[in-house]
């Protein structure tokens, strides 16, 4: 054991918990907000959801990764990678206002119906495209509070603000809603720059912008892919089974992606820890990565595919068909564990700087995740969208997967994970399978449930007992490049 995966668990817990402790308070939010909203105006609401995070991830023209690269790696260093934010954040910005302008005037003049939460989507979306590039300056200087703070804003206060706005009103308005976490979005964006700028000298050359892009800007089909399987799959069930069911689809995938959010979360501090240890050692840390990645993420996966339909009841009223959605959620589980994998060969694409084929691997896994999805809803219904979005991440899987084995020449032992993925695959399918309700659901789906906490408390308990503190202490205030340019 090196001591890898202690380190990226015990530092990837602290932005674990920036991404996903205040995603996990948000969800609170949503049993509110789907009986303030009911089922139709909710459903409006998860269609300007989606496009707001569509256009986040678009906004920030894949810079995120690439600021953490260049904190770490460039000779500007930190200086540049404030420089990187500031610049950025007004593009983001500057293009959500022109956009949202035109689609606005667009409606207009066309007399569309087309409506205004839309439009404050796309704002918000510019909005939280500039927190998620002050966010990546944190991952590179391991300011993790810094960046949980930041996570507060978009993920916990805005939709807390939002249902807010909604029930203020007479009747639930999507409007509303969006107005509300735009402000929210502006005022966490106002701050995180201020902590930005005001760290240091901020140094922005255009040489470095330039080829800041141009490593970034491949990665944004890639990021849009990932960061858009759940709104795909809301828009599968809209168009194949009802805007109703698209609504119902959004819950479920929300809930159903718990797991990959956490993965995520994880994978941010996998980047710093690779790139600040000698590259002959990436090949050994990866295998024992992964492998701690993909296990904790089978374990968290299979715990929310079995006790889903009681977090369900929690989250809808009952006139949500609960039944139903119980396997969409079960199915798009299984992308946790799946998303782990992918993720070990996807930081050794970005290390090496030659990310050019993302353009065009990523959007073709969407567009055959997308096929699959519309085929299996229609042969099974809701659970169809979930297979989607699991085959999505599989192909990210195999195709990222042959690209890093050409841009780089670290090998590394990926059948080790595989045990983690078919744990993952079983728990999914008797989530999805078994019994909703009853006493029988109640013993079985329980039974398994704590054996699966029991199995992810051992993990943790083993990792960190066998080598001591969980993670090394590493000072916040890295003034420069560390480690080897790749």
Sequence with gaps: MTGAGRRLVGRGSIYTLGSAAPMLAGLLVTPFLTRAAGVGEYGLISVAITTMQWSLVVLTLG???VITRHALTESTGTEGARGLVLAGSVMALGAALLVAGGQHLAVALSGSSTPLAVTLGLVAGGLGAGIALTQAYAVALEQAWFYVALATGPTLLAPAAGLLAVT?????????YFAAVAVVNAVTLGLGLLKVLGSGRTVLRWSDLTRAVRTSLPLVPHQFVTASANGVGILVAAAVLGRGDGGRAQVALYLGTVALTLTSAVAYAWLPVLAREARENRGEQLGETSRLVATLAALATGGVALLS??????????????????????AACLAAPLAAVYLAHYQLVVLSGRTAALAVLSPLAMVLGVACSVVATRLVGLAGVGIGVAVTYALLWLLVRGLARRVDDVRWPEWSALP???????????GGLLPVSGVAAVVVRGLLAVATA????????????AGGQAADTVDDTVDGPVGEAS
Excluded: N, Q
Aim: aromatic share 6%; charged share 10%.
């Design 420 to 430: 983690a993925v078919v744990v993952a695959l079983v728990l999914c399918l008797a």
């Design 63 to 65: 810079l995120p990764l």
């Design 309 to 330: 339909p009681w977090l369900l009841r929690v989250l809808v009223p009952p006139s949500f068909s609960i039944a139903d959605m119980v396997p969409l959620v079960a």
């Design 454 to 465: 029991a199995a992810g408390l051992a993990v943790l308990m083993r990792l960190f007992s």
């Design 168 to 176: 203020l009103g007479d009747a639930p308005s999507a409007t509303r």
